[in-house]
């Protein structure tokens, strides 16, 4: 069964700064994707950014990136530049290639200080 | 526009009651989705269907039945809702064989009184 570990369940940054979210998984799958989901507080799911496994080079969206780390199965968020609309749960999921069963971790409360 | 629609987005209801919410998406998806997060906003899959087939079942108590009259709908029918039905309820769709991205509706908050 996979796993997915947020260890952070809360975090603060001023705004402008940079944050890195933290997010760990077990798995003993070798095709998989991972993503990063934003739910601010209208409740909404959004998808920040996606890595495939396959792939070495980390994701980047704007001013999102990820660092990919599959040995140690690591998948972290950076939010550079960060931005007040970025207050939200940020959660980590995993899904193996293939399946339709996407495991979430139990999320990161983040908060920007104007 | 809206890729995913869920209704209704709030439902108040008693203890017993039958309800029923709705999901639609019109992004051609094959695969559909219901998750529940709960109140320490903790989301798990409940149900999967893919061209109408159902294909994840979750442990979900039996008075949960999910519904695929089409590709497009997917809906939620509970029967003798109980207090601890209270959650907010999450439908999602995909293309499961492409990029595995998920896309998930508004989600429909129920509270069980």
């Known amino acids: 069964a996979q796993t997915v570990t947020q260890s952070q369940p809360e975090m603060s940054v001023q705004e402008a700064e940079t944050v890195t979210l933290s997010c760990t998984y077990d798995t003993s799958e070798n095709n998989y994707y991972l993503f990063w989901y934003k739910q601010p507080p209208s409740r909404q799911m959004i998808l920040v950014i996606r890595?495939?496994?396959?792939?070495?080079q980390n994701a980047t969206e704007n001013r999102f990136s990820v660092n990919f780390q599959k040995a140690a199965k690591s998948f972290s968020l950076k939010i550079s530049d960060s931005q007040l609309g970025d207050t939200a749960m940020y959660f980590c999921?995993?899904?193996?290639?293939?399946?339709?069963?996407?495991?979430f971790g139990t999320g990161t409360r983040l908060t920007i200080i104007p | 526009d809206t890729a995913v629609s869920q209704t209704p987005k709030y439902l108040v209801t008693q203890m017993g009651n039958d309800k029923s919410i709705k999901c639609e998406q019109n992004?051609?998806?094959?695969?559909m989705y219901w998750y529940k997060q709960d109140s320490k906003k903790f989301l798990k899959i409940m149900f999967s269907y893919n061209n109408k087939e159902l294909i994840i079942n979750e442990t979900v108590p039996n008075r949960f039945s999910p519904k695929s009259p089409d590709k497009a709908h997917l809906n939620l029918h509970i029967n003798s809702l109980e207090l601890g039905d209270s959650a907010v309820y999450f439908c999602a769709s995909s293309h499961a064989d492409r990029d595995h991205e998920q896309y998930f509706g508004p989600g429909t908050r129920l509270t069980v009184t």
């Open positions: 992004l051609g998806h094959d695969t």
């Open positions: 890595q495939e496994a396959y792939k070495q």
């Open positions: 999921a995993f899904i193996p290639r293939g399946h339709e069963k996407l495991t």
